[in-house]
């Protein structure tokens, strides 16, 4: 399949494939940007009693950051290439408590091959303080 022959994901796109996954939809994310040119994406992840560290803290598992992480990663390749694609490596580094009302990740596609692409997704509490990145490598094809 040539470049010119793939439908790039827009954000109804992305949505309807959020809302379609059992765990994604339970994330309850917002998609935020969509930029194809710059190879970016951006989404929202609300908290919830489910998501928290300890209860009442308002502060973000770690756990629940890794998973946003990968799916925001995920999907800035995802959304060039036509839908969702597989993960072959994550790493995160935690560089402070993660507390508000929600977190914004912004991923960049820094570089895509034939056979694999790596992602940095930065996130960001809801006081704009970066929290956390990650950096993702992905197979650029869905799957």
Not at 22 to 51: T, W
Not at 56 to 81: E, R, Y
Not at 87 to 103: F, I, K, S, W
């Amino acid at each position: 399949m040539s470049e010119a022959s793939v439908k790039k994901l827009e954000k109804a796109d992305i949505e309807a494939i959020f809302n379609r996954s059992p765990f994604i939809r339970m994330m309850n994310l917002e998609v935020r940007e969509v930029d194809h040119s710059g190879s970016r994406f951006a989404a929202r992840l609300p908290i919830r009693p489910e998501f928290e560290r300890r209860p009442g803290t308002g502060q973000f598992h770690g756990g629940v950051l890794a998973a946003f992480i990968d799916v925001v990663g995920d999907f800035a390749l995802g959304m060039l290439v036509g839908g969702g694609v597989p993960t072959m490596n994550l790493r995160v580094d935690y560089l402070r408590p993660a507390t508000g009302d929600y977190v914004d990740g912004v991923a960049v596609v820094r570089r895509s091959g034939r056979s694999s692409a790596v992602i940095d997704i930065d996130v960001f509490a809801a006081d704009g303080k970066l929290v956390a990145v990650g950096r993702g490598t992905y197979v650029p094809t869905t799957g």
